[in-house]
C-alpha cells in the first residue's frame, strides 16, 4: 500500500526526493524532487518521454532551454511569486545557480511535443480565496502556474498556497479523483500544521510533503503565528485531466456555504 505523507531529507549532493514512479509513493504518477544549489552550481533536467517543470523556490538563478536565457530571483515564497521553465518531452533546461539557491522539478510521463515556456510572477498572481467565509479562517492565497486551460498538452498541474496565519486550506475538505502532491513549507524553521489524507491526519513540517490519492479528503490547516506554503501539483488522468471546477466537496459540510459567524 503506498504511503501518503513523508519527512525526506536531502542527500550529500543537495537532493530531496518526494516522488517517483517507483518508490512508495508511485500513486502519485510524479517524479518530484527538490534541490539545494550552491552559488555557481549547475544543474541540467533532461527527461526523453516525460515533461518537466523547474520551479524556483528560492535565490537566483539563470535558466537556459532551447537556446533561450533568462535570470530569476526570489527572496522567498512568502514574499515574492513563482518563476518556473515548463517544457514537454526531450526539452533540456539548465538552472545555473548565481546564488545559494533552492529549486523544486516536477516531472511526469507525457509523449506530446508542446515545447517550452517561461512562466513569469505576473503571469501567475496570487488571488486571495474564501475571504470573509467560514468565520475568515479559511483565507489563503492561491496561484496557478500552469493548467489545464493554460497548458492543455500537459498531463500536470502546478500552483502555490499561502495560509494566512492559523488558517485552513483546502476548505470546504473535497476531493477529485485526479492524484495531489503538496509540499509544504513554513516561514519559521518550526512552524508546524496537520495535513488531513481521508481519515489520517500528519503534522506537517518545513519541507515535509503530502502524497493524496485520487478520492481522498484533503483538508490543511496552519498553526498560529506561522505562514504555510504550499506547493500543489496534481497529475491528469487520462481522458480526465483535473480542472479548476472539478471541487466535489464533502456534503456534510456544505451548509458552511450559508453560515454566519
Known amino acids: 500500500m503506498s504511503k501518503v505523507f513523508g519527512y525526506p531529507e536531502y542527500d550529500e549532493k543537495g ?10 509513493y508511485k500513486a502519485m504518477m510524479m517524479d518530484i524532487r527538490v534541490y539545494r544549489m550552491k552559488a555557481g552550481e549547475t544543474r541540467t533536467f533532461l527527461r526523453e518521454g516525460e515533461e518537466t517543470a523547474v520551479l524556483l523556490l528560492s535565490g537566483n538563478i539563470t535558466y537556459k532551454w532551447n537556446g533561450n536565457e533568462a535570470t530569476a530571483t526570489r527572496k522567498d515564497v512568502f514574499t515574492e511569486g513563482p518563476w518556473c521553465v515548463h517544457g514537454c518531452t526531450g526539452t533540456e533546461i539548465t538552472v545555473v545557480a548565481n546564488a545559494e539557491s533552492q529549486i523544486l522539478v516536477q516531472c511526469t510521463k507525457n509523449e506530446k511535443d508542446f515545447g517550452a515556456k517561461l512562466y513569469k510572477p505576473e503571469d501567475a498572481p496570487w488571488g486571495y480565496s474564501c475571504v470573509g467565509k467560514f468565520g475568515n479562517v479559511a483565507k489563503r492565497r492561491v496561484n496557478t502556474i500552469f493548467d489545464h486551460d493554460i497548458s492543455p498538452e500537459s498531463n500536470m498541474v502546478l500552483g502555490e498556497v499561502l495560509n494566512d496565519r492559523g488558517n485552513w486550506s483546502g476548505y470546504l475538505p473535497h476531493r477529485h479523483p485526479q492524484p495531489e502532491t503538496y509540499f509544504f513549507k513554513f516561514d519559521h524553521p518550526e512552524g508546524f500544521g496537520a495535513s488531513f489524507v481521508g481519515d489520517q491526519v500528519f503534522k506537517s513540517t518545513d519541507e515535509s510533503f503530502s502524497a493524496i490519492p485520487g478520492g481522498e479528503l484533503h483538508p490543511q490547516a496552519v498553526a498560529p503565528g506561522y505562514q504555510m506554503y504550499t506547493c500543489w501539483m496534481i497529475r491528469h488522468i487520462d481522458g480526465n485531466p483535473w480542472l479548476q471546477t472539478d471541487r466535489c466537496e ?4 456544505t451548509w458552511l456555504h450559508d453560515a454566519e459567524f
Open 250 to 253: 464533502d456534503e456534510r459540510y
Open 15 to 24: 537532493e530531496k526526493i518526494l516522488t517517483t514512479y517507483d518508490n512508495e
